[in-house]
C-alpha cells in the first residue's frame, strides 16, 4: 500500500469537468488526486506566418503555474521576466504530443491554443495538461462539425500521459509529489488510444535501471494510459477509427 492508499498499479481518481469557462471554445478541469489543471482551447482563423498558405492547421499549447499552486509560492514568470525551461519543455510537449494524433490537412488553416494552468499542484502536472487539452480541443472544434464547416473532428485518435515510477524498488503508477519527489526512476508515458506511443521521458534519479525494470514502467504506464483514454472516450464520445 502507498502512502494514499492506492496499490502500486493503481491510478488515483480523475475528475473531468468540461465546459467550465463561459465563452471559452472549449475548456476543461482535469483533477488526478490532489492536482488540478484548468485546459482552455481557443480556435483561431489562422495559423502562424510559418504555416500560412500550407493549407494546414497547426495545434501549440501554454502551460503555467499559478503562484500559490504548491505550498511553497511560485514567482510569476511574467515577473521574473522570462519563461523558465522546465515551462518551455512542457509547453512543447503537450503541442507535440496533440499535433501527433492531428489531421492537419483536414484542419484547414485553423490554430488551436491550449492554454494549461495548474491550479494545484501534486505531481503529474504534464501529464493531466495533456489528457485534459485533448478533450477541450476536441470541444472546441465540435461546433465547425455541427455547422459543416468540418466534417469530421480532425483528430486521427485520442492521446493522454501518465507519470510511472520507482519508488523503494517498487514500480508505481500515477506517482504524486512526495512519490515523485523520491523516485528512484521516474517516467511519463504519453501514448494513444491504439496503444501506440508518442513520447516517452524516462530518468534514473538514482544509480542505473536496466532494460527489464525500463519494460516493466513502460508496460505500467501504457495500462494508465488505457485507462485514461477508456475516460476521454466516455466524455467525448468519438470513434476515430469508424
Keep these: 500500500m502507498r502512502s494514499d492508499g492506492r496499490s502500486a498499479s493503481q491510478m488515483r481518481e480523475v475528475k473531468i469537468t468540461r465546459h467550465c469557462l463561459k465563452g471559452v471554445e472549449g475548456s476543461v478541469m482535469i483533477e488526478m488526486g490532489d492536482t488540478r489543471v484548468l485546459c482552455a482551447a481557443t480556435l483561431e482563423e489562422k495559423v502562424p506566418p510559418f504555416m500560412k498558405g500550407r493549407g494546414l492547421g497547426w495545434v501549440t499549447a501554454e502551460y503555467g503555474m499559478l503562484p500559490r499552486s504548491s505550498p511553497q509560492r511560485i514567482d510569476r514568470e511574467a515577473v521574473r521576466g522570462k519563461l523558465q525551461g522546465r515551462t518551455q519543455e512542457i509547453m512543447r510537449l503537450i503541442g507535440r504530443s496533440l499535433r501527433s494524433t492531428l489531421d492537419p490537412k483536414a484542419m484547414g488553416e485553423r490554430q488551436l491554443i491550449l492554454d494549461c494552468d495548474v491550479i494545484q499542484a501534486d505531481g503529474g502536472t504534464r501529464c493531466a495538461s495533456i489528457t485534459g487539452a485533448f478533450i ?57 488510444g491504439s496503444g501506440d506511443l508518442v513520447e516517452l521521458g524516462s530518468t534514473a534519479e538514482k544509480g542505473t535501471f536496466g532494460r527489464a525494470r525500463f519494460l516493466e514502467l513502460l508496460d505500467l504506464g501504457q495500462k494508465g494510459v488505457a ?7 466516455a466524455e467525448l464520445g468519438i470513434d476515430f477509427h469508424a
Design 136 to 192: 477541450a480541443a476536441v470541444d472546441a472544434l465540435q461546433p465547425l462539425v455541427a455547422a459543416g464547416t468540418l466534417p469530421k473532428i480532425p483528430f486521427k485518435d485520442y492521446v493522454a500521459a501518465i507519470s510511472v515510477g520507482v519508488i523503494e524498488g517498487q514500480a508505481r503508477l500515477d506517482l504524486h509529489y512526495l512519490e515523485d519527489s523520491t523516485a528512484e526512476v521516474d517516467m511519463n508515458v504519453v501514448g494513444t
Design 227 to 233: 485507462e485514461l483514454v477508456a475516460l476521454q472516450r
